[in-house]
C-alpha cells in the first residue's frame, strides 16, 4: 500500500485518502437530486457522460461542516465509483504510518503531523456503509 495521500479538508477537520483510492478531483458542479435519497446523497453529477452518484463526506463521518463543498473527490473501491463533495484539497504526498487509533468505523487510523491530527479514510468501509444504506 502506498504512502501516498489525498489530504483534504472536511468542515473544520483534516482526512486523507489514499492515492490509490482516488480517481481524480473534479469541482462539485451541477448536482440532479434524488428523490428519497438518503441524508449524505447530496446528487448525482454528470462527470464526462457518465452519471456519478455524490454524497457529503461531513455527512457520513458525522461532521458539521463549515461552508458549501467545492470540490470532489471521485474514488473508487471494488468496482464502486462515487464523488465525496468536500471543501478543499491541501496536499498530495506521503504521510507517516497512521500510529493513532480512532474510534471511527470509517478511518484506518489517524497520522500527527506538524499541521495537526489527519483522519484516514477507509473507502472501502465508507463506500459499504452507503450501499448497505441503498445509496449506491
Do not use: K, W
Amino acid at each position: 500500500m502506498t504512502a501516498v495521500h489525498v489530504t483534504m479538508r472536511v468542515g473544520a477537520e483534516s482526512y486523507a485518502l489514499p492515492v490509490s483510492n482516488v480517481l481524480e478531483v473534479a469541482e462539485c458542479g451541477r448536482l440532479t437530486a434524488v428523490p428519497g435519497a438518503s441524508a449524505e446523497t447530496l446528487g448525482v453529477r454528470n462527470l464526462r457522460g457518465e452519471a456519478l452518484p455524490v454524497f457529503d463526506l461531513a455527512t457520513v463521518l458525522g461532521i458539521s461542516r463549515e461552508g458549501a463543498a467545492a470540490r470532489l473527490v471521485v474514488t473508487e473501491d471494488r468496482g464502486r465509483r462515487v464523488g465525496l463533495a468536500i471543501e478543499e484539497v491541501v496536499d498530495v504526498g506521503e504521510l507517516p504510518p497512521g500510529d493513532e487509533e480512532t474510534d471511527s468505523p470509517f478511518l484506518t487510523g489517524a497520522v500527527l503531523t506538524d499541521h495537526g491530527l489527519i483522519g484516514v479514510i477507509d473507502a472501502q468501509a465508507v463506500l459499504d456503509r452507503l450501499a448497505a444504506e441503498g445509496a449506491l
